[in-house]
């Protein structure tokens, strides 16, 4: 159980483009989802939380306009990176946490940006 | 404000021995604590948590932690490591933010190398 997907795993995509990542629990409802991103040999670090139907909080520093996020369902989120540029290629990871559990955070496999 | 710190950028040991990783936290409150490991490539496995009660906690694939309190530490440990453990394992603390859900804070990650 508590099983969270992420589509695409990998994604190659030219500079000035926008790229959507998807993020799914397929076996539970989510509260809330949040989203990581991590350089190469270094920790996870959160970009924003969503709650579905509302706004996502977004860390400081996160451009809000350039990482879209969409909580549109307890079993969806979306970010979205506008205008992608080389310095935003990364590992991007998502989390959520369940309905009633919401201490603990499953993690979907992750999603590996190059942009050139 | 919360924190996590984990001493050891890598820890080796030998397959058949115990393992330590260690982790050590500063929170305000009660600690929620928590250890994952990620494979390469991949998004992060949760293992096990502490929220409360025993200050042993067993979780998956035979590892185990030990809560104690007057030293701040969480050490994840195994009896006997296998090559398959081989991976980068991360400590985190909740960090309980306004609206109710739950942040996690991570460690830099220890990578743990066990050889044949």
């Known amino acids: 159980g508590a099983v969270v997907s992420q589509h695409p795993s990998w994604v190659i995509c030219k500079s000035g483009t926008s790229v959507k990542i998807e993020c799914r629990s397929l076996?539970?409802?989510?509260?809330?989802m949040f989203w990581y991103r991590q350089f190469p040999k270094q920790s996870l670090m959160l970009m924003a939380t969503?709650?579905?139907?509302?706004?996502?909080?977004?860390e400081q520093g996160v451009e809000k306009d350039k990482f879209l996020i969409n909580h549109a369902s307890l079993t969806l989120s979306t970010l979205t990176v506008t205008s992608a540029h080389p310095e935003d290629s990364s590992f991007y990871i998502c989390?959520?946490?369940?309905?009633?559990?919401?201490?603990?955070?499953?993690f979907g496999p992750g999603t590996r940006l190059l942009v050139l | 404000a919360q924190s996590v710190a984990q001493p050891e950028d890598q820890v080796n040991v030998a397959e058949g021995n115990p393992l330590t990783v260690k982790c050590t936290y500063s929170?305000?409150?009660?600690?929620?604590l928590f250890w994952y490991v990620q494979y390469p490539n991949r998004g992060l496995q949760f293992l096990l948590k502490?929220?409360?009660?025993?200050?042993l906690v067993k979780g998956s694939y035979g590892f185990e932690a030990e809560f104690n309190k007057s030293q701040t530490s969480f050490h994840l440990k195994k009896p006997s490591a296998l090559v398959s453990d081989s991976a980068l394992y991360f400590c985190?603390?909740?960090?309980?933010?306004?609206?109710?859900?739950?942040?996690?804070?991570f460690g830099a990650g220890t990578r743990l190398a066990v050889h044949p």
């Open positions: 989390s959520a946490s369940q309905v009633g559990v919401r201490e603990t955070q499953y």
């Open positions: 969503s709650n579905e139907g509302s706004k996502a909080t977004y």
């Open positions: 929170v305000s409150g009660n600690p929620y």
């Open positions: 985190a603390v909740r960090d309980m933010v306004s609206g109710g859900y739950n942040k996690l804070i």
């Open positions: 076996d539970f409802q989510a509260t809330t």
């Open positions: 502490y929220i409360t009660g025993d200050n």
